[in-house]
């Protein structure tokens, strides 16, 4: 089996230029890896990405979301994620699971048992070996994002301040439940500090020093599993 770690965070947080800087790390390293991401992923997947970021599509009711946010994830990992794990790869994910709990259900406010069961039901119970989590303020976050014209603008960009803190509060939770697979990551600290945590933390686990203990500081702590 390989490893499978996945990128979560607010709009803003960085992570498309965290997860670009560690292709290039990983690549240095001749570390071989999948890179991939929710929603899309896959052909399918990708069709279904269209349809959940359409603006026009204002409409869709938060069951409809999160059933096709499901659907692009079950696709994602029969064909993409389990086999490349099968075949012993580092496999990142640009969001997974954690985000519909995050935004359906935190943020959209929806049932966090109904929830995990449709996640487990698409995942087959798959989870991440490490999340790696961007925290930042949601307003420093969405200015950033505004600030970016290379960035997409979508649907899921439409939503009041107020659905982006509890999405926010919704991740901390998280992140507090399951610290022991959590890097939480101060997104404000400089671009190639976080850089470097990530590549320490990415390292340690396929080294197998990770131990499954990851404190908030980026750093693992060894013999934990
Ligand atoms: P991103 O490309 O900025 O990560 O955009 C994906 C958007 O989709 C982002 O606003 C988070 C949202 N999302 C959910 O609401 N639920 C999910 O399960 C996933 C994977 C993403």
Redesign the pocket.
Known sequence: MGWFVTFEGP?GSG?STQIGLLRQALAERGVSACFT???GGTPIGEQIRAL??DERNSAMVPEA?ILL?SAS?AQHVAEVIRPALARGMLVVS????E??LA??GY?RGLDLDVLERITRFATGGLQPDLVIYLDLDVEVGLARKRADTQG?W?R??QQSLDFYRRVRAGYLRLAQQRADHWLLVDAALPIPAIHATIVNEIMALLDGAAGGAIRTDGNPTPGTT
């Open positions: 709009e992570k991401r929710e929603p959940l970021h979301e946010y994830r640009d969001r997974f699971s985000a519909t935004y359906q943020g997409e979508n899921m960009d």
